[in-house]
């Protein structure tokens, strides 16, 4: 899968809404713009709830390039029919996995641009048994849904050296010349593929698109899509377009913690996204004859990570010929059969915590330990814990508890309850025992209000994005820097700290991908300001701000009461070497506190 940047003219409903997005910007308050962003039109439809349910799909690339490769359609289809494939297999390992969804990547530029079904357009290899029929219905049996994949890149097309495009074919069927190898004649051709399959299979649930292309702009595809089958999904490799219900991030690595792969991710909530990362620790996204080694650990933790942030785990293993995985990976799904059900309930119909949907705080904790929280959507009282990296030293996790009062802490494994207490803003699980290797799971139960936060609505801000409790609204600094953000309490209060909730638009990590430098576009250098008046100002605190997802702190002491406060950022953390991130800052909420939980 190599991105690309998006080519040539968009689709003129695309720039429609993007001049209506533009509309919506507004200056308020403190030189800032309060924005509301572009979600992908309609906002939330029926056809994404599959999506949004599920926790993670099963990423098959697999073709005639497959190990070992086959030159000839009709031998590769021999191969894999007399190697026993069965579509259910597949679907099984997907259940293992908990896997809601299958992408099936054969159409794909290096795997001979294979066509699983027998199509009628000539081109490239089709077979004569339907094996995307069998998958869908199989798929259906069992409740796990199939999404083709559609690759834009003629590119590879004699990589092995031998011509994988027939321009001749495809030129005689379509009564004029047509050069396959060229990406207006393959855009044509697939998009041509693009209907057939849609008018072939009515239980097909989407397509995952690696990047795109002119031809199909030019000739509206997309808008097509949406009028033939509003039920189908549209997913996008590294580009997040407003034609696509979700944007798919590619192989993040390099992390600290390595499994923390949404450190690398740019794309805020609610959007729907999803990391797609390679299971075996080396090789192709295909199977190239070795049985490459998994690291159980890593893949156990970026799955929870994942999983803590609202991301799908898009999770490639490497199909063989006739559809089995290699040893390792078959072992990996095997483990993941047995590990998964006793914390389902904290991993499936859940949303990432510590950002738009509540929660305490994620990250990194006490001596070491480093972790996620994931929220009921059916209980939203009930939050869970999953320490993926163990403290150092001792028998217990601390954490903010952003203003839940805790009623009851129990392993979830176990069903063991623990000791617990809450001070000065963070909860403390002690006598902690059973560590689990990779995932330790702790089921908190909650108040069902917060405590020691003032409520929304009594807090105003020069910018009321800031304090309306809206998630999808935003205050934008327009790289301009320093900034002066207000807070007005009504009358003088008390004040103890600051909840700051970031946008989630840029990465924690700094990196370069596909030669575009990215960094953090948050808060680095900052001062506090409190005032009885609005005019004449006090600073009380000076400080950094770590560059982490989730809602960060500042705590002002318990001895300060005022009417206003005042935050001003001086500097960002992203360098001027990521220009797209530089002194830019997008804050959704900030939260005033006035005490914390005090539980012995």
Same mark, same amino acid.
């Given at each position: 899968m190599t991105p690309v940047r998006r080519r040539g003219p968009w689709p003129l409903w695309v720039a429609v809404l993007s001049l209506l997005g533009g509309l919506l910007l507004a200056g308020t308050g403190s030189g800032a713009a309060s924005t509301r962003p572009q979600p992908p039109p309609p906002a939330d439809p029926p056809r994404q709830s599959a999506l949004r349910d599920a926790t993670a799909g099963l990423f098959l690339h697999w073709g005639m390039f497959t190990n070992p490769r086959h030159y000839e359609c009709d031998a590769w289809e021999k191969a894999v029919t007399d190697g026993g494939w069965t579509p259910d297999y597949w679907v099984d390992? =997907?259940?293992?996995? @908990?896997?809601? &969804?299958?992408?099936?990547?054969?159409?794909?530029?290096?795997?001979?641009?294979?066509?699983p079904w027998p199509s009628k357009i000539p081109g490239s290899c089709a077979t004569r048994r339907d094996f995307l029929g069998e998958l869908i219905k199989a798929g259906e049996a069992k409740g796990v849904k199939t999404i083709l994949y559609m690759t834009d890149d003629p590119k590879w097309h004699d990589e092995q050296g031998r011509e994988t495009l027939d321009s001749a074919a495809y030129s005689a069927h379509k009564g004029r010349d047509i050069d396959l190898t060229t990406r207006p004649g393959f855009g044509e051709f697939s998009y041509d593929n693009f209907f057939e399959v849609m *008018? +072939? &299979?009515?239980?097909? #649930?989407?397509? /995952?698109? !690696?990047? !795109?292309?002119?031809? /199909?702009?030019?000739?509206?595809?997309?808008?097509?899509?949406?009028?033939?089958?509003?039920?189908?999904?549209?997913?996008?490799?590294?580009? @997040?377009? =407003?034609?696509?219900?979700?944007?798919?991030?590619?192989?993040?690595?390099?992390? %600290?913690?390595? &499994?923390?792969?949404?450190?690398?991710? /740019?794309?805020?909530?609610?959007?729907?996204?999803?990391?797609c990362y390679k299971v075996p620790s080396t090789g192709a /996204?295909?199977? *190239?004859?070795?049985?490459?080694?998994?690291?159980?650990?890593l893949n156990v933790r970026r799955y929870v990570a994942n999983s803590g942030t609202s991301i799908k785990s898009l999770m490639d293993l490497q199909a063989m010929v006739d559809g089995r995985f290699p040893p390792q990976q078959q072992k990996f799904t095997n483990f993941m059969k047995d590990y998964?059900?006793?914390?389902?309930?904290?991993?499936?119909?859940v949303d990432g915590g510590g950002y738009m949907y509540g929660g305490m705080q994620p990250g990194a904790w006490n001596d070491g330990a480093y972790g996620y929280l994931t929220i009921s959507r059916a209980k939203p009282t009930t939050q869970y814990?999953?320490?993926?990296?163990?403290? %150092?030293?001792? @028998?217990?996790?601390?954490?903010? !508890?952003?203003?839940?009062?805790?009623?009851?802490?129990?392993?979830?494994?176990?069903?063991?309850?623990?000791?617990?207490?809450?001070?000065?803003?963070?909860?403390?699980?002690?006598?902690?025992?059973?560590?689990? +290797?990779?995932?330790?799971?702790?089921k908190v139960e909650t108040e069902r209000e917060r405590e020691g936060v003032?409520?929304?609505? #009594?807090?105003?801000?020069?910018?009321? +994005?800031?304090? @309306?409790? !809206?998630?999808?609204?935003? %205050?934008?600094?327009?790289?301009?820097?320093?900034? #002066?953000?207000?807070?007005?309490?009504? %009358?003088?209060?008390?004040?103890a700290f600051l909840g700051i909730n970031q946008r989630e638009w840029s990465p924690t990590h700094n990196r370069s991908t596909f030669g575009r430098p990215e960094d953090s576009a948050r808060?680095?250098?900052?001062?506090? #300001?409190?005032?009885?008046?609005?005019?004449?100002?006090?600073?009380?605190?000076a400080g950094v701000l770590e560059s982490a997802r989730g809602i960060r702190f500042i705590?002002?002491?318990?001895?300060?009461?005022?009417?206003?406060?005042?935050?001003d950022v001086t500097t960002t953390w992203a360098a001027a070497t990521a220009p797209t991130f530089h002194r830019q800052l997008k804050i959704d909420e900030i939260q005033v506190g006035h005490g914390h939980v005090q539980r012995r």
């Open positions: 390992e =997907a259940k293992k996995l @908990d896997a809601g &969804y299958i992408v099936l990547a054969t159409f794909h530029s290096r795997l001979g641009y294979a066509r *008018d +072939a &299979y009515p239980k097909l #649930s989407g397509f /995952w698109i !690696d990047n !795109d292309n002119e031809y /199909w702009e030019q000739h509206q595809l997309y808008e097509q899509i949406r009028e033939r089958r509003p039920d189908m999904t549209l997913s996008n490799n590294n580009e @997040d377009t =407003a034609a696509m219900d979700m944007v798919s991030h590619e192989q993040k690595t390099g992390m %600290t913690p390595p &499994y923390d792969q949404p450190s690398a991710i /740019w794309t805020p909530m609610p959007r729907l996204t999803e990391s /996204w295909w199977y *190239d004859g070795q049985d490459r080694p998994v690291d159980t650990g998964l059900p006793p914390i389902r309930e904290s991993l499936h119909g814990v999953h320490v993926t990296t163990r403290p %150092t030293t001792g @028998d217990r996790i601390r954490l903010r !508890d952003n203003g839940y009062r805790i009623k009851r802490v129990t392993d979830l494994r176990t069903g063991t309850r623990l000791p617990f207490s809450q001070g000065d803003g963070r909860l403390t699980i002690r006598s902690i025992e059973d560590w689990d +290797a990779y995932d330790t799971v702790f003032y409520p929304k609505g #009594s807090v105003k801000a020069g910018d009321p +994005a800031l304090t @309306d409790g !809206d998630f999808t609204t935003y %205050t934008d600094n327009k790289g301009t820097l320093p900034v #002066s953000v207000t807070l007005d309490l009504g %009358t003088r209060k008390k004040a808060i680095k250098d900052y001062t506090v #300001s409190v005032s009885d008046d609005g005019k004449r100002w006090r600073q009380i605190k705590d002002l002491g318990d001895g300060v009461r005022t009417r206003h406060l005042k935050l």
